[in-house]
């Protein structure tokens, strides 16, 4: 996976080789709240987005974080790195983190 910036690739990345960079699926920063960011070329699309940063959540000391948007299902989520992981016990992870952050919130 490659990381970076529409504008860092703009000045830094090689556009000759398309087909070379393709092999490796995005993760693209772009700070903004659309559900399109821009994406550099040769990508026309992203596996990941890390966008604009949000407000204190996640048991975070930091006023805001990053947060990132995966671009495809639950179920592809858990089979990018190639193995599978069981969805029943990621429902329950996603249950408990909504529990804290509804806690964070109400304080």
């Given at each position: 996976?490659?990381?970076?910036?529409?504008?860092?690739?703009?000045?830094?990345?090689?556009?000759?080789?398309?087909?070379?960079?393709?092999?490796?699926?995005?993760?693209?920063?772009?700070?903004?709240?659309?559900?399109?960011?821009?994406l550099?070329?040769?990508?026309?699309?992203?596996?990941?987005?890390?966008?604009?940063?949000?407000?204190?959540?996640?048991?975070?000391?930091?006023?805001?974080?990053?947060?990132?948007?995966?671009?495809?299902?639950?179920?592809?989520?858990?089979?990018?790195?190639?193995?599978?992981?069981?969805?029943?016990?990621?429902?329950?992870?996603?249950?408990?983190?909504?529990s804290?952050t509804?806690?964070?919130?109400?304080?």
């Amino acid at each position: 996976m490659l990381y970076t910036s529409p504008g860092f690739w703009a000045g830094y990345g090689d556009m000759t080789k398309a087909e070379y960079w393709l092999q490796f699926p995005l993760w693209v920063a772009h700070y903004t709240t659309s559900m399109t960011p821009q994406l550099p070329l040769p990508w026309p699309f992203m596996e990941f987005c890390n966008y604009t940063k949000g407000r204190q959540v996640y048991g975070s000391e930091c006023l805001t974080i990053d947060m990132n948007r995966f671009n495809g299902t639950l179920n592809e989520l858990v089979e990018l790195p190639g193995f599978g992981v069981p969805i029943i016990n990621l429902n329950e992870l996603y249950e408990t983190l909504a529990s804290r952050t509804k806690a964070v919130e109400d304080v």
